[in-house]
């Protein structure tokens, strides 16, 4: 049944690279805001190392990983991959997320490694310090026809003025209020 790794081995990562979708869980510190689930699709996950991992986040209608991520003391995130062909299993990868913003050095450093995907708004890196695997017996089989593309179609519509207008209305604060690396960025006007 499950077993607990300190980092991803090569089977992991293979694993990994045959998934077509994975799910980002965070949460506030306060037991009394809400947890976050959120599914993420598309060639955005990137591997860094056997103990970090990054993923190209896209332009949602709220941002609230980010804020979890970067409220003081927090940190913790969780990712989830899962087989819904092939044989069963389930991947977690605990850890601590930090939000990388576009025009800054870590940016600069990691981007290359992915294809920038229009409305891509910042990156989430995460320092994994467990992997743990489960058996995934009860998930079903699913069949994957491929990637919607009305994401990608929406960002270039609204360009990069329109995206950063939609940011300020929809992307500064979390559900529960809390502020966003991205909401801090445009609030400084260095967007």
Excluded at 5 to 20: G, M, S, T
Aim: aromatic share 10%; glycine share 10%.
């Amino acid at each position: 049944m499950g077993k607990s790794f300190e980092a991803l081995l090569p089977d992991h990562e293979q694993f990994i690279a045959k998934q077509h979708i994975f799910f980002v869980g965070s949460a506030p510190l306060s037991g009394e805001g809400h947890v976050n689930l959120s599914p993420k699709g598309h060639d955005v996950f990137r591997i860094l190392s056997k103990n970090e991992v990054a993923y190209l986040d896209l332009t949602g209608s709220g941002n609230e990983t980010s804020a979890h991520l970067e409220e003081s003391g927090n940190g913790r995130i969780t990712v989830m991959f899962m087989a819904f062909e092939g044989p069963p299993m389930i991947l977690r990868l605990y850890g601590e997320g930090r939000v990388v913003l576009p025009g800054t050095q870590e940016w600069e450093v990691i981007a290359p490694r992915f294809t920038l995907l229009p409305g891509a708004r910042q990156m989430i890196v995460v320092d994994v310090h467990e992997v743990k695997t489960s058996c995934g017996y009860s998930v079903p089989f699913y069949n994957y026809e491929g990637e919607r593309t009305t994401l990608q179609k929406w960002a270039a519509q609204k360009g990069e003025q329109g995206l950063t207008d939609y940011w300020q209305e929809k992307n500064m604060v979390s559900m529960d209020g809390l502020p966003t690396p991205l909401g801090q960025k445009l609030s400084t006007g260095t967007v």
